[in-house]
């Protein structure tokens, strides 16, 4: 059981370039989050989804979309890098309410690096 | 959501108890209080969450005061590997979907040897 995992860990991208982050989870979890950490900052929440087909907007959704083909994973996409989007990008999933659970418990990957020259 | 007060910064020896606190005076009867701990470029890591009794697990135990407007975090044997920023969080259950987790500033535990 690997839990949460992020891919890659980290990556240099210049400006203007594309790429995707993917995220994995092997605990049959129904919520999957984006988050980014800032230096100085606490995490902020990009993108969300409820279920494999959904996605929702977090706080910071400008310049990046998603997408939640399967249930299992989770994708952040950055169509046109900027340095603003330099940070540290966390997945995180959590069971739905109410599947035996009684909380929403998020449980983390270990971060992607990414830094936009 | 509840805000919470944690103060900035704790030390504690290594093999003895690290006694974290956590004020959310405003909490509501439907909120939860959460622990997370964040040790330095790591993702965040749950520890452990109640509603208003005392909890126990293998990581720590939480204790709630009987009004819920503040919490204690226990870690009865720190170890150097406690060394980390620790989350108080109060929310509720989500509405329809699941909203973000708001983490504050927290407290930066440092155990020495």
């Known amino acids: 059981n690997a839990g949460v995992t992020q891919t890659p860990k980290f990556r240099v991208l210049k400006t203007g370039q594309s790429m995707t982050l993917l995220c994995a989870q092997d605990m049959n979890h129904e919520y999957m989050y984006w988050y980014r950490q800032d230096p100085g900052m606490g995490l902020r929440l990009i993108h969300y989804s409820v279920g494999e087909g959904t996605t929702a907007k977090g706080e910071v959704p400008d310049g990046y979309n998603v997408s939640r083909l399967k249930k299992q994973n989770f994708l952040l996409g950055l169509e046109s890098a900027a340095p603003s989007q330099t940070s540290v990008y966390f997945c995180?999933?959590?069971?739905?309410?109410?599947?035996?659970?009684?909380?929403?418990?998020?449980?983390f990957g270990p971060g992607t690096r990414l830094t936009v020259l | 959501d509840a805000k919470t007060t944690q103060p900035p910064s704790m030390d504690c020896a290594e093999g003895r108890a690290a006694n974290l606190p956590c004020n959310h005076s405003t909490i509501s009867g439907n909120e939860y209080v959460y622990w997370y701990r964040q040790i330095h470029s790591q993702g965040p890591q749950y520890i452990i969450h109640g509603l208003k009794n005392n909890e126990t697990n293998e990581m720590a135990s939480l204790i709630i005061t009987e009004d819920r407007k503040s919490s204690t975090l226990i870690l009865p044997h720190a170890t150097l590997r406690d060394t980390a920023v620790y989350y108080c969080i109060v929310r509720g259950l989500p509405q329809g979907g699941s909203e973000k987790l708001v983490f504050g500033k927290g407290t930066k535990l440092t155990v020495n040897p």
């Open positions: 995180a999933s959590s069971p739905r309410p109410g599947q035996g659970f009684i909380t929403d418990t998020q449980y």
